[in-house]
């Protein structure tokens, strides 16, 4: 017998190391840096960004000079007679002017890069907000799993402590149908909270940028670290923040792209020049020269010009009144978030008193059940009111989190944020 317990001991104590060692205890920074380096999402964005610059390159390559080199064997028959000419040549063509077309197109680009540029922050900050409401929502579910717990344990006394009244004559079977109740809404609510936490583990690990669902727990407390109690200017703060820097950007593209679409009105101008050798035998030695010079002006191309001009300056007006609609919207934003961070941080104040109280009524409402000095249903008010109050206290501290997170997020706040804050 005492070399099965002792057998039973040391599986029991190897299953609970293995179950310790599977699960990935993360805090917040570990988090981010985590999401720095995998998250699809950033990666996504910053291919984006390869993509624009790689375009401004490609448009920028026509202000320099096209080389090309050729070698060719032509051979023809005339009468019977077989003519063999070889040749070899190198060729270059150089823009001289065209209305500085080519220019604008390069300026566009570069803010359309510099656009690209802000959009990877603005998914940056996307990302923060949703991977700090994962986080926050796996510290809530951790602790509402405790919470649960300890109360079907005190449901479960006060069913032991009803059933003894029961017994004795001192309590009706309504008050124990009623305990038993609790006691299995409890029970249920411990299973619900179990798998909530794993709803959340996934969420988690999803901001991660993993693909399997991998046990973690979130380490970190329901601590307000960016509180901002100050009200700040959010006219000047406005202007920092990379949605509206995005905004900006596209409108100064579009405005080049309208002086590029003008200069298709110009003539092009081109400078060419040739040199090689030809012979009708090989290697050719008789050398060969030629420069030109070329305007080209389109004169009719079905209005087609006239058509991108009139595109050009809609496509601006429109980033024009993009760019105050964006303004407006993110002052109204961060309005709104900050205000609602203090509402949350006031709250979560309010929660804790109501709190303390319940636990302190509930204690000595405890001690007068069991002694007969108040009646069930003055004792069982008692006690739902702490189940109340506990739940009502952690979700206030888990929503203060969430709406420091929006507030970050609603001035720009990226995934280095904390880096940055701390440095200031």
């Given at each position: 017998?005492?070399?099965?317990?002792?057998?039973?001991?040391?599986?029991?104590?190897?299953?609970?190391?293995?179950?310790?060692?599977?699960?990935?205890?993360?805090?917040?920074?570990?988090?981010?840096?985590?999401?720095?380096?995998?998250?699809?999402?950033?990666?996504?964005?910053?291919?984006?960004?390869?993509?624009?610059?790689?375009?401004?390159?490609?448009?920028?390559?026509?202000?320099?000079?096209?080389?090309?080199?050729?070698?060719?064997?032509?051979?023809?028959?005339?009468?019977?007679?077989?003519?063999?000419?070889?040749?070899?040549?190198v060729t270059a063509q150089q823009l001289v002017f065209d209305g500085f077309k080519i220019l604008?197109?390069?300026?566009?680009?570069?803010?359309?890069?510099?656009?690209?540029?802000?959009?990877?922050?603005?998914?940056?900050?996307?990302?923060?907000?949703?991977?700090?409401?994962?986080?926050?929502?796996?510290?809530?579910?951790?602790?509402?799993?405790?919470?649960?717990?300890?109360?079907?344990?005190?449901?479960?006394?006060?069913?032991?402590?009803?059933?003894?009244?029961?017994?004795?004559?001192?309590?009706?079977?309504?008050?124990?149908?009623?305990?038993?109740?609790?006691?299995?809404?409890?029970?249920?609510?411990?299973?619900?909270?179990?798998?909530?936490?794993?709803?959340?583990?996934?969420?988690?690990?999803?901001?991660?940028?993993?693909?399997?669902?991998?046990?973690?727990?979130?380490?970190?407390?329901?601590?307000?670290?960016?509180?901002?109690?100050?009200?700040?200017?959010?006219?000047?703060?406005?202007?920092?923040?990379?949605?509206?820097?995005?905004?900006?950007?596209?409108?100064?593209?579009?405005?080049?792209?309208?002086?590029?679409?003008?200069?298709?009105?110009?003539?092009?101008?081109?400078?060419?020049?040739?040199?090689?050798?030809?012979?009708?035998?090989?290697?050719?030695?008789?050398?060969?020269?030629?420069?030109?010079?070329?305007?080209?002006?389109?004169?009719?191309?079905?209005n087609s010009r006239f058509a991108e001009l009139s595109r050009a300056k809609s496509a601006y007006?429109?980033?024009?009144?993009?760019?105050?609609?964006?303004?407006?919207?993110?002052?109204?934003?961060?309005?709104?978030?900050?205000?609602?961070?203090?509402?949350?941080?006031?709250?979560?104040?309010?929660?804790?008193?109501?709190?303390?109280?319940?636990?302190?009524?509930?204690?000595?409402?405890?001690?007068?059940?069991?002694?007969?000095?108040?009646?069930?249903?003055?004792?069982?008010?008692?006690?739902?009111?702490?189940?109340?109050?506990?739940?009502?206290?952690?979700?206030?501290?888990?929503?203060?989190?969430?709406?420091?997170?929006?507030?970050?997020?609603?001035?720009?706040?990226?995934?280095?944020?904390?880096d940055v804050y701390e440095k200031q």
């Amino acid at each position: 017998m005492k070399k099965q317990l002792f057998i039973f001991i040391i599986v029991a104590c190897v299953c609970i190391s293995n179950t310790c060692a599977a699960e990935e205890v993360l805090n917040w920074e570990n988090c981010v840096k985590a999401a720095q380096e995998k998250h699809p999402d950033l990666v996504s964005a910053q291919e984006q960004l390869n993509q624009a610059i790689a375009s401004k390159s490609i448009i920028g390559s026509d202000l320099l000079p096209q080389i090309s080199t050729e070698v060719f064997r032509k051979r023809t028959d005339t009468n019977k007679v077989i003519t063999d000419n070889y040749q070899y040549a190198v060729t270059a063509q150089q823009l001289v002017f065209d209305g500085f077309k080519i220019l604008y197109d390069v300026i566009a680009a570069d803010k359309t890069a510099r656009s690209k540029l802000y959009s990877q922050a603005v998914v940056s900050s996307d990302v923060r907000l949703r991977l700090r409401t994962a986080f926050v929502e796996l510290l809530r579910a951790q602790a509402l799993l405790e919470i649960v717990k300890d109360i079907a344990q005190r449901r479960k006394q006060n069913v032991e402590l009803l059933r003894l009244r029961y017994d004795v004559g001192k309590e009706h079977k309504g008050s124990l149908l009623t305990v038993q109740a609790d006691l299995r809404l409890a029970e249920f609510e411990v299973a619900q909270a179990q798998r909530d936490l794993v709803v959340a583990q996934r969420r988690l690990n999803k901001e991660l940028g993993r693909t399997a669902l991998k046990p973690l727990k979130a380490e970190g407390e329901f601590t307000i670290t960016y509180a901002d109690t100050e009200k700040p200017a959010f006219e000047s703060l406005v202007e920092s923040t990379p949605f509206l820097k995005d905004l900006v950007a596209k409108k100064e593209s579009a405005k080049f792209e309208v002086k590029s679409a003008q200069a298709d009105f110009f003539p092009q101008v081109f400078l060419t020049g040739s040199y090689g050798k030809k012979k009708e035998k090989w290697p050719p030695d008789r050398r060969t020269w030629y420069v030109e010079g070329k305007v080209s002006f389109p004169l009719f191309e079905g209005n087609s010009r006239f058509a991108e001009l009139s595109r050009a300056k809609s496509a601006y007006r429109q980033a024009l009144a993009d760019e105050k609609s964006g303004r407006d919207g993110v002052i109204l934003t961060m309005e709104e978030q900050w205000a609602q961070l203090q509402d949350t941080i006031d709250y979560v104040e309010v929660q804790r008193q109501f709190l303390e109280a319940t636990e302190e009524r509930a204690k000595i409402a405890q001690s007068q059940y069991s002694n007969g000095l108040i009646l069930f249903d003055n004792w069982i008010i008692i006690e739902d009111d702490l189940v109340a109050a506990k739940k009502a206290f952690l979700s206030a501290q888990a929503n203060a989190l969430l709406a420091e997170a929006e507030w970050i997020q609603a001035k720009g706040g990226t995934l280095g944020y904390d880096d940055v804050y701390e440095k200031q």
